[in-house]
């Protein structure tokens, strides 16, 4: 079986457990992260890609401890054609796939950052912002 | 006694392909360079621009006579209402008009993806347009109802008549409570999670004339990408100089009411807007030219990001209650830096007004003067400025 690929979601009080260790040693699961933003005391993310016999046992520990988990089967794709470069979604987007460069002031977006929230979809003014799946 | 010019001498040189025009981001460099009277000596015109949604904002469509004739009393266009209550077949759709159908803020935060900004994009897309009316019928207006299909082609006449544009400076948005709100200055996270702001800064058109020495009636400008006109001080126009403890916080409150024929004007600059949880708006593209007539409108138009200032407000709770007062005043040098700090916390900050877009209004306009496709016209009168006094009414009830 291939490993699964998920995105975990950290609120501000759940960010400072030592989840990664629990599912590793208590639930003897493969874990690979591919990519992390945890601060403690901030709200985080986070893109695992899980394997072992025991996920859906380490994934409901998670979900008990209040971290919101999704599938990562899709993506998000900048419609650089409807985009005006407003920003509107720099200060909401929670990694900083979208964000201005300065001192062009452009909107840039790196896919590599995303962990699909989805909240620019909802937030563009333009819905320049796109779900490809 | 500085450099004086009048309107004719900087239209000659237009004409004769000698004038002098850069954008307000070049005035501040050629001034620090070379001195504020060698610039105001040396540049005849300044050009500004401002890409931002821009809610008074609508068109007058005149939508031809049908056979047998109709005096349209209900108006919609791809399903938005326009107002009809005008002669039989004119309407006017506005920017924030929604779909009746439309749920609204009844599934919360409501998408409001299609509104009456939406419909003036698309008409001047010149893509067709589905109108429905009905009428109650005279004796010279028999007909009932019509469901056809027009283009801003089709259409007698397509008038862009925007009550209020071009706000002279805007709030610095965030949010004190403990819950994400949903406002027209976008989704702001609870507990100072973002601030949101929304002018160009030191290209915007009339942070660059706090006084009002230039833009009147009659102004030519670049007006949703073609040409336009300032057709009268914009509602709620109550200018101001900002100040505190006696420092000069640059202008505030002063708006414009803009005309133009749409049918010369651009999908790229006139953009159907969706605020969640809020509503359906239009962003419009404006750039104001702005003369140099004596060396006190090249200082006030060469003002920079460090010399103006936006108040911050809070619009979880003091904006909506109508609380007066602010949080403080925050640079636009500081606001685009990307990160400032409120109430002594650091936030985030993003713009809502597009500073690139601002920038090829602001260069476009000058390449417009430059091939003498575009003159400057001396205004038939001033708008108010800040001396006249101009003050706000509240509603009772």
């Given amino acids: 079986m291939s490993p699964k690929r998920i995105v975990l979601y950290f609120n501000a009080d759940t960010s400072d457990k030592p989840m990664i260790y629990r599912l590793v040693k208590d639930y003897d699961l493969i874990i690979n992260i591919v990519k992390a933003n945890v601060n403690p005391q901030k709200e985080g993310t986070m893109v695992l890609e899980v394997e072992g016999e025991q996920s859906i046992q380490g ?21 650089e054609e409807k985009c005006v470069m407003c920003g509107a979604c720099t200060a909401i987007c929670p990694t900083g796939a979208l964000k201005l460069e300065r001192p062009s002031m452009e909107v840039s977006f790196n896919g590599d950052e995303c962990v699909v929230c989805e909240l620019c979809i909802k937030v563009c003014p333009m819905k320049a912002m796109e779900v490809s799946l | 006694m500085g450099v004086e010019k009048t309107y004719a001498e900087i239209n000659a040189r237009i004409k004769s392909g000698q004038a002098v025009v850069v954008t307000a981001d070049e005035l501040i460099t050629i001034v620090k360079e070379k001195g504020l009277s060698q610039a105001t000596r040396e540049v005849d015109v300044v050009t500004t621009g401002t890409f931002a949604p821009m809610c008074s904002s609508g068109a007058f469509l005149s939508l031809g006579h049908t056979t047998p004739r109709m005096k349209m009393q209900k108006v919609w266009l791809n399903g938005v209402p326009a107002y009809s209550g005008l002669a039989a077949v004119d309407a006017y759709i506005g920017a924030t008009e929604v779909p009746e159908d439309d749920p609204l803020n009844g599934n919360y935060p409501g998408e409001f993806r299609y509104g009456g900004g939406h ?48 706000y002279q400076n805007y709030n610095c948005a965030v949010n004190l409570t403990d819950r994400i709100i949903y406002t027209y200055m976008g989704m702001l996270k609870p507990r100072l999670g973002n601030a949101h702001y929304s002018t160009s800064g030191q290209l915007s058109p009339l942070l660059k004339d706090p006084n009002f020495q230039t833009i009147g009636i009659g102004t030519r400008i670049f007006l949703g990408g073609g040409i336009g006109y300032i057709a009268w001080h914009g509602t709620q126009h109550f200018p101001s100089i900002q100040s505190v403890d006696g420092k000069d916080l640059g202008p505030a409150g002063g708006t414009l009411a803009v005309i133009g024929d749409l049918k ?40 920079t990001d460090e010399e103006l200032f936006a108040p911050i407000v809070d619009y979880g709770d003091d904006y909506p209650s109508m609380k007066p007062g ?40 000058k390449n417009w003067i430059l091939e003498c496709q575009f003159l400057i016209n001396e205004p038939v009168q001033l708008l108010p400025s800040p001396t006249d006094g101009l003050k706000s009414n509240t509603l009772k009830g």
């Fill in chain 2, 119 to 166: 419909v003036i994009q698309d008409l001047v897309a010149r893509k067709p347009i589905r109108m429905k009316a009905l009428a109650y019928g005279t004796d010279c207006y028999p007909r009932r109802e019509i469901d056809t299909t027009i283009t801003i082609d089709s259409i007698n006449e397509a008038t862009l008549f925007n009550p209020r544009n071009a």
């Fill in chain 1, 59 to 79: 994934l409901d520990y998670l979900r008990n401890l209040g971290v919101k988990i999704e599938d990562l089967n899709k993506e998000i794709v900048h419609n």
């Fill in chain 2, 326 to 365: 602010n949080l403080g005043f925050i640079s636009y040098a500081d606001l685009k830096s990307g990160e400032i700090t409120v109430n002594g916390r650091k936030t985030k900050t993003a713009p809502l007004s597009s500073l690139p877009r601002a920038r090829e209004i602001a260069s476009t306009l």
């Fill in chain 2, 264 to 303: 010369q004007m651009s999908p790229r600059w006139l953009v159907g807007t969706s605020y969640l949880g809020y509503g359906a708006t239009l962003s419009v593209g404006i750039g104001v030219p702005i003369p140099i007539l004596n060396e006190e409108i090249a200082r006030y138009a060469a003002a």
